[in-house]
C-alpha cells in the first residue's frame, strides 16, 4: 500500500495533431489529441504528456486550443512540453489546463527562468526535461566514471553541462520534477539507460520520470526497480498498438512495482 | 437551477475544478467568480489552492474573500476545499516563513521536509508527495459516496495539514507516514487530493458535492 509508480504515455503534436502514427484498432481519428488522451485515460494512464514539436511559433496557440479541448474531457494530469520560453507561455498553458510544463532547452539557456518560473506557478506545475548522453566511459564496464552531458535541440546541440549536476540544480532552482530522456537510447527499444537514471533519481529529491528506450514492457518495471525511477514515459510502445497500458501495468505489478490499477 | 461558485483568487486549478464540476451529471451551473456576492448567492461553493499558501492568503485578503469563505462556512452552505484551498482552512501554515490562515478547522499545515523516509527500508522518499496513493476513509460521509474504500486519488503537494485533534479527520494516506487526506466538519469538506485529476473517482466526489446538502 501506497504512492503508485506512474505510466505516462506521451504524445507527439504538431500543429493540433497528434503525429508519429498512433495506432488504434477502433478509433475513429488518430490524429485527434482529444480522442487518443481519452483512450490512453480509460486505458489507466496515470498522466499524459504532450510534447509540441510545431516548429513555426504561429502555430503555438493551436496547442492552447488542444489542450483546453483535453483538460475539458480527460480528468487526469496534464502535461505539455516544448516551446515553453517565456512566464507568459506557461500562464497561457496553465490557464488552458495544463497541470505542469516541461521546460528544456529554455532552462540551459536561461536557468533563472525556471527559478522565476517557480516562484510565479509554484514547483508543482514545473517539470525540467533533460537530455542525457553519455560522453564518456573510461571505467569500461565498471560504470564508475561514466559521464553524461545536457544536450539540446532535440539532442543535437552539446552543452558540456554534467546532467547529474545540472539535474540538481534544476531542483534547487525550484523544478518539482525531472524528466531525464536518454539521448542513446531514444527510438533504440533496448530499455532506459538504468544508470543514468539511478544516478540522476539519487541525486535529487524530487521525483524523476525515465524516457527513452522503451521497447517491452518489462522495460517499465526496470526503470522503477532498477532506476529507481517514481514514473516512466513512453511512446511508440503505446501508440502502435502494441501493448495496452492496462498491459503495462499488470506487468509492472507482476514485477512488484505498485501501480494503480 | 442550483449554482456552484469556484472562488476565482487567481490560484491556478481553478479552471480544472470547474471543468470537472461541469463535467459531472445534475443541473447545477458553474460560476467561477471573484465576486463576493455571487459567491455568497451561490448554492455550493468550492475553494480550489496550488501554489504557495503566502501567496493563496495574501490573495483572498486583498480579494476581501477571506471573510467571505468565513461566511460561507457559518451559512450552512456545502463548502468544498481542494489542495492549498484545505490546507487554508487551518489556522496557519508553517510555509513561506508561517502565514495565518482562516482557522475553519484548529490545527497548521506542517512540511514533509527533505528527509522524508519509507520506515521499512529507509530509502529517502521524493517531495512533493507526487501521484496517485490510497485514501483510507476514516469516517463515513456522505461526500464518499460511491467511491470503494482505499481508492487512489491524485495527489501533488509538499505541505499537508495536521488538524488539533482527531474528530475532523475523514481520510487519510500513508506516504512515510499516515497523515490527514480529508477533513470534514458540518457543511465543510476539504480534500488535500485533487479530485479533478483523479480521473472516475474524482469526478464521483465531485458529483458527490454537487447533490450533497451540507450535513454530514
Redesign the interface.
Known amino acids: 500500500m501506497g504512492l503508485a509508480k506512474r505510466i505516462i504515455p506521451c504524445l507527439d503534436v504538431d500543429n493540433g495533431r497528434v503525429v508519429k502514427g498512433v495506432q488504434f484498432v477502433d478509433i475513429r481519428d488518430a490524429g485527434d489529441p482529444v480522442e487518443v488522451a481519452k483512450r490512453y485515460d480509460e486505458q489507466g494512464a496515470d498522466e499524459i504528456t504532450f510534447l509540441d514539436i510545431t516548429a513555426s511559433s504561429d502555430n503555438r496557440e493551436t496547442m492552447v486550443h488542444v489542450v483546453e479541448e483535453v483538460a475539458g474531457q480527460v480528468f487526469i494530469p496534464l502535461t505539455v512540453g516544448g516551446g515553453i520560453r517565456t512566464v507568459e507561455d506557461i500562464r497561457r498553458m496553465l490557464n488552458a489546463g495544463a497541470d505542469k510544463v516541461g521546460i528544456n532547452t529554455a532552462a540551459v539557456f536561461n536557468p533563472e527562468f525556471v527559478r522565476e518560473a517557480a516562484d510565479r506557478f509554484g514547483s508543482q506545475c514545473i517539470v525540467v526535461a533533460i537530455d542525457a548522453k553519455c560522453v564518456s566511459d573510461s571505467s569500461q564496464g565498471n560504470g564508475e566514471n561514466k559521464r553524461w552531458e545536457i544536450f539540446t535541440h532535440g539532442g543535437r546541440k552539446p552543452t558540456g553541462i554534467d546532467a547529474i549536476e545540472w539535474a540538481k540544480k534544476m531542483v534547487d532552482y525550484g523544478a518539482g520534477e525531472i524528466l531525464l530522456t536518454s539521448m542513446d537510447r531514444d527510438g533504440t527499444k533496448i530499455g532506459f539507460d538504468l544508470e543514468l537514471t539511478r544516478a540522476v533519481s539519487d541525486a535529487v529529491t524530487v521525483p524523476v520520470i525515465a524516457s527513452g528506450g522503451v521497447g517491452e514492457l518489462k522495460h517499465l518495471a526496470e526503470g522503477v526497480t532498477e532506476g529507481r525511477a517514481d514514473a516512466v514515459l513512453a511512446a511508440s510502445i503505446f501508440h502502435f498498438g502494441e501493448h495496452s497500458i492496462e498491459e503495462a501495468k499488470r506487468a509492472m505489478a507482476a514485477a512488484g512495482v505498485e501501480v494503480r490499477l | 437551477m442550483n449554482t456552484v461558485a469556484v472562488i476565482d483568487y487567481g490560484m491556478?486549478?481553478l479552471?480544472?475544478v470547474a471543468?470537472?464540476l461541469?463535467?459531472v451529471p445534475g443541473d447545477h451551473q458553474v460560476v467561477v467568480t471573484s465576486d463576493a456576492g455571487q459567491i455568497l448567492a451561490a448554492d455550493r461553493v468550492v475553494l480550489p489552492g496550488?501554489?504557495?499558501m503566502r501567496d493563496c492568503m495574501g490573495e483572498l485578503k486583498r480579494l476581501k474573500l477571506d471573510t467571505v469563505v468565513k461566511q460561507v462556512a457559518d451559512s450552512g452552505r456545502p463548502l468544498l476545499g481542494v489542495c492549498v484551498g484545505m490546507q487554508a482552512m487551518l489556522e496557519c501554515s508553517a510555509e513561506n516563513g508561517g502565514v495565518e490562515c482562516l482557522g475553519l478547522f484548529s490545527g497548521t499545515v506542517e512540511p514533509f521536509g527533505?528527509d522524508l523516509r519509507d520506515p521499512l527500508n529507509g530509502q529517502?522518499l521524493?517531495?512533493?508527495?507526487?501521484?496517485?496513493?490510497?485514501v483510507d476513509q476514516t469516517m463515513p460521509h456522505p461526500m464518499w459516496k460511491d467511491i470503494l474504500p482505499?481508492t487512489?486519488f491524485?495527489?501533488?503537494?509538499?505541505y499537508y495539514v495536521q488538524p488539533a485533534g482527531p474528530e475532523p479527520v475523514a481520510g487519510s494516506v500513508?506516504?512515510g507516514f499516515p497523515f490527514v487526506a480529508a477533513i470534514a466538519k458540518e457543511n465543510i469538506f476539504a480534500v488535500q487530493f485533487?479530485p479533478?485529476?483523479?480521473?472516475q473517482a474524482?469526478?464521483q466526489l465531485y458529483a458527490n458535492f454537487v447533490t450533497w446538502d451540507g450535513q454530514a
Open positions: 491556478g486549478n479552471h480544472s471543468k470537472a461541469e463535467h496550488v501554489g504557495a527533505t529517502h521524493k517531495v512533493p508527495h507526487m501521484g496517485w496513493n490510497q482505499d487512489r491524485y495527489f501533488v503537494h509538499s500513508v506516504y485533487h479533478e485529476k483523479s480521473a474524482g469526478l
